[in-house]
């Protein structure tokens, strides 16, 4: 598993690296085009960069894998944060659950971890943020487009 996990992120990687060199617009989110904020950047299509205090990203899995590769990412995550509090959120109809962590350092970022299936792509969602995350995504316009908290 933690091989396959690895594959994954070096493709992501290498995908990143390999659109580096032409200028991203829009965003794929779940095979929903969604334009970059002005103020934003991306690193590539699936990864916002400090936009107005958020980075997000998203990565797709086969819906068999899903599972598993959600819970290495929590136990990675788990480890080094002072809180972790479960959390559902919407995303374009569909329910992505997961958790919230609250960094242990003030220099770390705190994040969002979710996944689930959008619009027939079973990814994990990673939103991260160096403030309360509620708030940011409560005042963040991208944000207000790909997810809402469910109370």
């Known amino acids: 598993m933690k091989?396959?996990?690895?594959?994954?992120c070096l493709l992501f990687i290498s995908n990143g690296f390999s659109q580096s060199e032409k200028e991203i617009k829009f965003l794929d989110y779940a095979s929903i085009e969604i334009a970059i904020p002005d103020n934003c950047s991306a690193k590539s299509k699936y990864e916002l960069l400090d936009c107005d205090g958020i980075s997000a990203q998203w990565i797709?899995?086969?819906q068999e894998m899903l599972k598993s590769a959600f819970e290495q990412f929590i136990k990675k995550f788990g480890e080094k944060n002072k809180s972790k509090e479960q959390i559902a959120v919407i995303s374009f109809g569909s329910t992505l659950k997961g958790y919230k962590f609250t960094s242990k350092d003030p220099e770390k970022w705190n994040r969002i971890l979710v996944y689930g299936t959008v619009n027939n792509q079973p990814l994990i969602l990673n939103v991260a943020s160096e403030d309360e995350l509620l708030g940011v995504i409560k005042l963040n316009e991208f944000l207000?487009?790909?997810?809402?908290?469910?109370t």
């Open 3 to 8: 091989k396959l996990l690895l594959i994954f």
């Open 60 to 62: 797709y899995f086969d």
């Open 144 to 150: 207000k487009k790909i997810m809402k908290i469910k």
